[in-house]
Structure formats: C-alpha cells, structure tokens
C-alpha cells in the first residue's frame, strides 16, 4: 500500500488530499477562492497567493485528520509545480519542500494539466480494482483538457505519458466563457451561469463562428469577438449596454453550441488519427452539461468508453494530483529541494 499526500494551489483552490495506490482517496479539502475575486471579475494574482498561505496548512491538517493519518504514515507528497500562478505555485511547493524536510519524506512534482487527465480516470480505476479486474485503462486515450487557463488535446499512452497533439493558440474556452459572461453583465466565474442560462435559450438563435485553428489547434478570440459584436454592436464602447432585443439567454445558448461543437470535434478527429480505445473529458468545463451530454453521445457514435470526472472533481482538486503522483513516485520521477515551478508548460 502507497499512501501520497497532494497539495494543489496553482491558481485559486488550496487543496491537499491523501490518495492509497493512485486510486482511493482517503480525505481531502478544498479552500475556493471564488468569492474573493469574483468583485474583480478574475482572478487577482497577489490575492490569490496571499489566500493560499493562509489556508494550506488548515486544508493539510484537515485532510490528514480525514485520512485517519499523519505526515509520517505518507510515502510521498506530491505537489503542483506546473503550469499555474508562479507566487500560487510557489506556495504549494515551499510548504511541501518544508514538510518533506521535517518528516524526511520525497517530494513528487506533478504537472497539473496531466493530473486532470488522471483525475478522469481515478473513479474507473478504483472500481475495477475493488472487483478484482483488470484497472488499467484501455490506451491510448485521447484527452481533452478544458478549463479557465487550459484547452489541450493529449494522446495518453499510460497514466505518466501524455503527448500534447492540440492547443489553444489564444483563450481557452474557460476564459471565453468568463469573457460573455462579462459581456452580459453575469458575473464570474461565467462558465456556471451561462451553463444554467443556456438551459432556456435558443442555440439556434445567433449563428456564431466555429473557429477552425490549425491542425488539432482551438481557437475561441473570433467567437468571443462574434458575441461581443452581435451583443453590443462594433465599435461601441468599453461598458456600454447591449442593443435592444438583446436575450441574454440565447447569446448564451448560441456561444456554448459553439464552444461545444469546436471542443466536440477536435476530440473526434484527434481520437480518429491515433485509434484512440477511450476518451477523456476533464478540467473546469467538464462539469458544463452540454460538453457531458455531447461527449457522451460522440462517445457512444464511436463505440468507445468516455472517462469524465465527478462533478466534484472537475475543477481543481488535489486528488488528482496525489494520484498522479502515485504513478510518478512509482517509476522514480521525483524531485528534491532543489525543485522549482514553471508558470507554463506542454
């Protein structure tokens, strides 16, 4: 038995979860920041680094005490050094490097983007295994990563090895989804509230662009241009309202069936090219009803197993990154004091 302590604080969660053989979670916490920057309509870099020193030994403490463990009963602490926030990840690793010191334990650095991937993956793993079958997913997958900061097509050959195949080459859909969200006076975070809007709206009502990039490549600029345009009129100032008969619910409808068909179809083309045996859909907006719903129905055309994370997990947590570092710690990719973060990263 392996046990891993994850800490998680790229960008506004402060998390740490223990995991038992890359699979069974054990305790976990989650500090959300949302509240603090949801006045400035983002996240606020100072504030947020700030928040996680205040939070990341309570959320430890706490998820050891759930757990039913102490920091000497872990193999390993694996912790976020990439991508995310460079003062946010700063934080996480300082307090793991500290606590590796103290109790002598390994630190295992683990790149957010591919934990996600895992996190999919975890709840199917645990399953298999607790029956006694065979846990090990059906590779290669082909993974989409879709979140805030992130928008990312992998080809996955085993839980440590994931080959970048498409990105965006501007906004990821997440920050397209704020970006409306702005624009139609909702609120942050957006991708929330233009999922629940959409519901009694008509996606057929504005014919917005689906962007195609180069390649496995997305792009979302045009498409939050589209909107901007269509809902306040070109050239019209910083602020000003949107044009009469305006229906915010069907500018939010419109907008997702087009983030959704661009996602939906590079996922498609990319699980083509490779012969992909399953799919994976995870990050922020894989908790957005549509992209589940359509992931699901292309995922059944294909004939192939769709992996999604519970809702719970969808958005940034640390059992994803414990469980990632299982399978890291396992084939000896550690790392040590002299460990550093990297703001971005493949």
Known sequence: MT?????????????????????????????????????????????ASRSHLEAIIPVIEESLDEAGVTLDDVDAI??????????????????????????????????HVHAHIHGALMPWMEERALA??????????????????????????????????????DDAAGEAYDKVSAMLGLGYPGGPVIDKLAQDGNPKAHAFPRTRAPGLD???????????????????????????????EDVAASFQAAVVDVL??????????????GL???GGVAANSALRARATAEAERLGLPLFLPPM?????NAVMIAGLGHWLFAEGKTGDLGTDVLARTD
């Open 218 to 248: 997305f792009s979302f600029s045009g498409l939050k241009t589209a909107v901007l345009y269509k809902v306040r009129g070109q050239g019209a100032p910083r602020g000003a309202p949107l044009l009469p008969g305006i229906r915010r």
């Open 78 to 111: 694996a912790v976020t050094v990439t991508p995310g926030l460079v003062g946010c990840l700063l934080v996480g690793l300082s307090v793991a490097k500290g606590l590796a010191l103290a109790a002598g334990k390994t630190i295992v650095p683990v790149n």
């Open 312 to 316: 719970a997990l969808a958005t940034d």
């Open 3 to 47: 046990l891993i302590l994850g800490i998680e604080s790229s960008c506004d969660e402060t998390a740490a979860a223990v995991v038992r053989d890359g699979v069974s979670v054990l305790g976990q916490r989650v500090a959300s920041q949302v509240d603090l920057h949801a006045r400035f309509g983002g996240v606020i870099p100072e504030i």
């Open 264 to 277: 939906a179809a590079r996922l498609v083309t990319a699980a083509e090219e490779v012969d992909a045996r």
């Open 132 to 169: 006694g079958e065979d846990s090990d997913p059906p590779w290669p997958l082909v993974a989409l990563v879709v979140s805030g900061g992130h928008t990312s097509l992998y080809v996955c050959e085993s839980p440590s090895e994931h080959r970048l195949v498409g990105r965006t080459i």
């Open 280 to 282: 994976v859909v995870c």
